[in-house]
């Protein structure tokens, strides 16, 4: 019900859906751009309406009360930034732990602009052994959904590349806060 739902609500609205799902139980996927705080709702429409129960992470901070509860129940994942507490790990065993699991995860971790993505969900896909499905909403287009699969080969830079290309004709509602498809330079 949810599934039809979603997608008669997109419909009504004007949203095509890209539905070139991966043929796995468990992947990754990355959202991108993510310029507003219409992002969150619109995406979980779109996966939704792809039939799918996905988990996704969200900074600690959107978990309190009174939506708290609400958003776990809901799939809400929440990853306290600033510190590091083995998130990576217990994604990666969360994954060995199902038969199926799909998570999302925004790599520009904002919804202002950044200087390069974090590569969280890189290392997380390596760790866990599954695929990273090319997620989207293009509001100029009115499209979202899933539009491509990456295996990650253990060499970022060239999967970076991979990913940029994918995403270089895709547009977020606020253009100015596309964060760069860039790892951090290393000092």
């Known amino acids: 019900m949810l599934e039809s ?21 468990k992947y990754l996927i990355i959202g ?20 799918l129960k996905p988990r996704w992470v969200a900074k600690h901070t959107l978990f309190r ?10 799939g809400g994942i ?5 510190a590091h507490t083995g998130f990576i790990d217990r994604i990666a065993a969360a994954y060995d732990a199902c038969d199926e699991l799909v998570v999302t995860i925004a790599p ?9 993505w974090k590569t969280g969900f890189y290392y997380i896909a390596i ?33 970076m590349a991979i990913i940029r290309d994918f995403y270089s004709d895709k547009t977020g509602l606020r ?8 790892l951090k330079r290393r000092a």
Do not use: C
Not at 13 to 21: A, E, K, P, T, Y
């Open 5 to 25: 739902f979603s997608k008669w609500l997109l419909t009504l609205l004007g949203w095509r859906l890209d539905q070139r799902l991966p043929d796995t139980h």
């Open 32 to 51: 991108a751009f993510h310029t507003s705080n219409w992002d969150m709702p619109l995406g979980l429409l779109g996966l939704w309406a792809l039939g």
């Open 65 to 74: 009360w009174p939506l708290g509860p609400f958003l776990k129940a809901i």
């Open 78 to 82: 929440p990853v306290d930034r600033r």
């Open 108 to 116: 520009e971790g904002t919804r202002s602009k950044t200087d390069y």
């Open 127 to 159: 760790a866990a052994k599954v695929p990273i499905a090319l997620g989207y909403i293009d509001y100029p287009n009115k499209r979202l959904g899933i539009g491509g699969m990456l295996n990650p080969g253990g060499d970022i830079e060239a999967d």
């Open 175 to 182: 253009p100015e806060n596309q964060g760069e498809i860039r």
